[in-house]
């Protein structure tokens, strides 16, 4: 175990000193605005403010999925949010989402602008808005938005939780990453045992329980975060693996996990769509080279 001294609470917890760890900078007790900022706007009935975070990537990979079933009041414009520089404590985005977090969405369909926010609201506003990948028979409905809203209660524990305390806390402890990568792997042993019976997580069909569900576990299945493949033998989990390399078969997919990236290859990194083209002449090595 840790050698550090052990800590005793106070009895009132006050905010003097920074929490450490990579994102220190933008943690505060306290929500609202920090300054005045107004947001943009392009020309698209849909407006993303987002990053291209497993959350965000969930949206942008909503979006393209609609796109390619023909549903035009799809089009987005995807605006970039530079969370780590505190985008998300300008006041134009804390109007859209007061709880200051990527993605928020405004629908500029309609004769006022509605605003979206929180990911799991987000992609259900969407598949009710064009009738799209939410079954509307009871069973399977309630079989989708269950997943769904798995993913919603899991998640903080493999990310707030496992890939805080393993990649991103100033020091390594054994109790916390002990605690939440045992959770992390309980929670991928519940998927696998269900995609051992189910081709999708809410049945036969492809859902927004698959979509919100990907870019955590199927990226965390493929490696892709917090450099814990190995640590957490994710190869193991065989029907993990087996559909989330179906989902990335899906073209769809892949442009969505393209939108507002900055990292990777930067011909994976589109930091902002406004348009289909946009893949084929906006990634960064394209900017890059132009």
């Known amino acids: 175990m840790t050698d550090a001294p052990e800590y005793t609470p106070p009895k009132v917890w006050s905010w003097n000193k920074a929490s450490g760890g990579r994102f220190a900078n933008i943690n505060r007790p306290i929500a609202g605005p920090t300054h005045e900022k107004e947001l943009p706007v392009g020309r698209h009935p849909l407006q993303l403010y987002s990053l291209g975070t497993p959350n965000g990537v969930k949206v942008t990979i909503m979006l393209e999925e609609l796109l390619a079933l023909g549903h035009a009041g799809a089009e987005y414009d995807a605006w970039l949010i530079k969370i780590g520089e505190g985008d998300q404590f300008g006041s134009g985005f804390v109007a859209i989402n007061p709880n200051s977090k990527i993605p928020a969405l405004l629908d500029r369909s309609g ?23 939410l079954p509307t028979e009871p069973a399977k409905r309630a079989e989708c938005l269950s997943w769904l809203f798995w993913q919603m209660g899991s998640a903080p524990y493999l990310g707030g939780g496992f890939g805080h305390f393993y990649a991103y806390a100033p020091t390594k402890m054994e109790y916390p990453i002990d605690r939440f990568a045992m959770e992390t792997k309980r929670q991928l042993d519940v998927l696998d045992r269900r995609l051992a019976e189910s081709e999708y997580l809410g049945g036969a069909d492809y859902t927004i329980a698959d979509i919100a569900v990907f870019p955590w576990y199927g990226g965390l299945a493929k490696g892709w975060l917090y450099g814990a493949a190995e640590f957490l033998d994710v190869q193991s989990y065989r029907h993990v693996n087996r559909w989330a390399d179906a989902l990335l078969e899906r073209p769809a997919v892949r442009r969505g996990r393209m939108v507002n990236r900055v990292q990777g290859e ?3 990194q589109l930091h902002e769509r406004h348009e289909a083209g946009d893949f084929e002449t906006k990634t960064q090595d394209k900017v890059a080279a132009g």
Not at 111 to 133: D, Q
């Open 111 to 133: 004769p006022e602008p509605i605003r979206v926010f929180e990911s799991g609201a987000i992609l259900t506003y969407l598949a009710e808005k064009f009738g799209a990948f």
């Open 266 to 268: 930067p011909s994976s």
